[in-house]
């Protein structure tokens, strides 16, 4: 039975930092592609980075880069996303998915299988 479980969200100040985790089980990441997706009230599912153990890359939405990073750890078939610099616009719930793709990264649609969100709020 595959499963992701996420974990890791809060509340933060403006200018903190979280790191989010998503453990696999029931599958291995090997030949995956690997995504944080966040979803704010009343607004669309949104991609925030994604790593493709296919070929190694790491794509990140332009809102978060230099300040998300995305990593795994194949020991604890664990995927985290580091957050820093926390603005209030990345407050949302954030999910994680897996797919074997391929496909354009950003569509949600595509992804089999999902985290049960962690929600991540960023005061000012």
């Known amino acids: 039975d595959v499963q992701l479980q996420a974990s890791g969200g809060g509340l933060v100040q403006a200018g903190g930092s979280l790191r989010l985790s998503c453990a696999a089980s029931?599958?291995?990441?090997?030949?995956?592609?690997i995504a944080w997706f966040r979803q704010a009230p009343g607004m669309e599912r949104e991609g925030v980075s994604c790593?493709?153990?296919?070929?190694?890359?790491?794509r990140s939405a332009d809102s978060v880069k230099g300040r998300f990073t995305i990593s795994t750890n194949n020991a604890k078939n664990t995927v985290y996303l580091q957050m820093n610099s926390l603005k209030p616009e990345d407050t949302a719930v954030y999910y994680c998915?897996?797919?074997?793709?391929?496909?354009?990264?950003?569509?949600?649609?595509?992804?089999?299988?999902w985290g049960q969100g962690t929600e991540v709020t960023v005061s000012s």
């Open positions: 029931g599958f291995t990441f090997d030949g995956y592609d």
């Open positions: 790593l493709s153990s296919r070929d190694g890359r790491t």
């Open positions: 998915a897996a797919d074997l793709g391929p496909f354009p990264w950003e569509s949600w649609s595509s992804y089999d299988y």
